[in-house]
């Protein structure tokens, strides 16, 4: 296994505050020094290629123009989510094949990116409040197409979904799944840091990782406690990696915490066969 | 058949203009005084009532207050549509049972109330920063709740449809029609309109009526041929009800107008059932 540094998702993505240490691109993904994981690369490139590929069968720019070429623009920009890699990886483990995951592991992508599309629009909205005109500029497309495109792509990641062609039963279970991590309780869960936005953004995000291992392990045909055992470990996973992205906190205390969460996390995998969990479990640093 | 006016849904929320002449709440249903259509209004209130009580059971104020609150309010607080109360009375058209149609009809619901909700926030932002502070006193919450509810209704309208225990088969199929009709393709028909969002909304609201039928059709175990037909007659119902409500036009022209849409709403049912349709085609005033 190659030792690589995190890619973290960016749940606060700020594209304004640009200092001079900045790469041009304010997107690009954050890695803290302190803390190395090493990772299966191969293993979650290969998961990246397959949703990918997916992906962009899925959602071709095509006319209008105007509609789908900033839908397109939106589903590609964010960085990379582990939350969709663990749907694939989830189902697996729990003996199921990469293809019947691949969807759900694109809708998950979907439901990412439109959470990260609105909090670039919230954080617009926000810091041109502040700072006045002129931000507009650092967006590709208005506010008015990011709100629109945010809200259409999460009805297309269950257009999608529903026609799939895979089991129904399965399908049904997954929409749900999608539709509570992103929905009402995404917004409770959301309440429990306070109802701003841009955490309540994070907090689904979190959410997303555990709803995403639990999709993998619907589509996968695992039992019920496979499934609420894989979606324990996606959400431990969630944490870490907010607590890296957590540029506030200590990094004495981030190492701890990470700790700790990785020791959790790995309890849930203790059910599973020792050689099928080789490749999930590399996502922690194991 | 009793001779009622048609009750329109209200697509364009207006409640700061209000001027002696309108009522204390901006949100009544508006009439037109040279238009009256008769309804069988016993039938389409019957069908409302089955509605509302599936959603009032899916929808209870339940901890935590300050998310259920808002969902139930704006689940409750737009006019009726008859998009949701199509989506029945197809159903029943093609010789299915009411129950198997009662679920999609309270997701169609959900889907109108979202955008409702969202005209309104639209609204307020595009009026409030006309005339200054003081237009969030006419709403209940803020518009960050308005905001956050009306993209949670969302999934959660998938959610219930998805948990229903109805076919499986099925609902995939109307997880798809609605998924349409609210995303992507949604956009595609605001775009036709030009971008602005309150058209967007009106006209997506237009497509549900489609979809609505299209939806009932689909439980009630329509084939493609009644799928399609009553998907066409329901867009048509949904086009009168936006010439009634369009307040820039002429009523003479008016009625011309809805007399040739409601020709050709119902040569989409000639292939039914006279019996049948009896209750459906009250909607146009047959």
Chains 1, 2 share one sequence.
């Not at 900033?70 to 989830?90: E, G, N, R, Y």
Request: aromatic share 6%; proline share 4%; charged share 20%.
């Amino acid at each position: 296994m190659a030792g690589v540094n995190l890619h973290l998702p960016l749940y606060k993505p700020n594209p304004t505050r640009s200092s001079s240490s900045h790469t041009p691109s304010a997107y690009t993904t954050r890695t803290t020094d302190l803390i190395t994981i090493p990772q299966n690369l191969a293993y979650w490139e290969s998961i990246h290629t397959d949703i990918d590929s997916h992906l962009k069968k899925s959602i071709q720019i095509r006319e209008p123009i105007s509609v789908f070429e900033p839908m397109h623009h939106f589903t590609f920009t964010p960085p990379k989510t582990t939350a969709s890699a663990l749907c694939v990886a989830a189902c697996e483990v729990v003996g199921g094949n990469r293809e019947d995951a691949v969807v759900a592991a694109s809708a998950i992508h979907l439901m990412y990116a439109s959470i990260y599309t609105h909090n670039l629009l919230l954080e617009t909205v926000r810091v041109g409040s502040e700072s006045g005109p002129g931000i507009e500029n650092l967006h590709k497309f208005g506010s008015n197409i990011e709100l629109l495109t945010s809200d259409g792509i999460v009805p297309f990641a269950f257009e999608l979904l529903a026609g799939s062609g895979n089991d129904s039963g399965r399908t049904l279970q997954v929409v749900i799944e999608i539709a509570k991590a992103v929905g009402a309780q995404g917004m409770v869960a959301g309440e429990d840091d306070g109802v701003e936005a841009e955490k309540l953004g994070g907090e689904v995000a979190r959410q997303l990782h555990g709803c995403g291992a639990a999709c993998g392990a619907i589509m996968g045909g695992g039992t019920l406690e496979e499934i609420e055992r894989l979606k324990r470990y996606g959400v431990y996973v969630g944490k870490i990696e907010g607590v890296l992205s957590d540029e506030g906190k200590d990094e004495g205390v981030k190492v701890e915490l990470v700790e700790r969460l990785r020791g959790l996390a790995l309890k849930e995998l203790e059910c599973f066969d020792g050689k099928k969990i080789q490749q999930i479990s590399s996502i922690v640093g194991v």
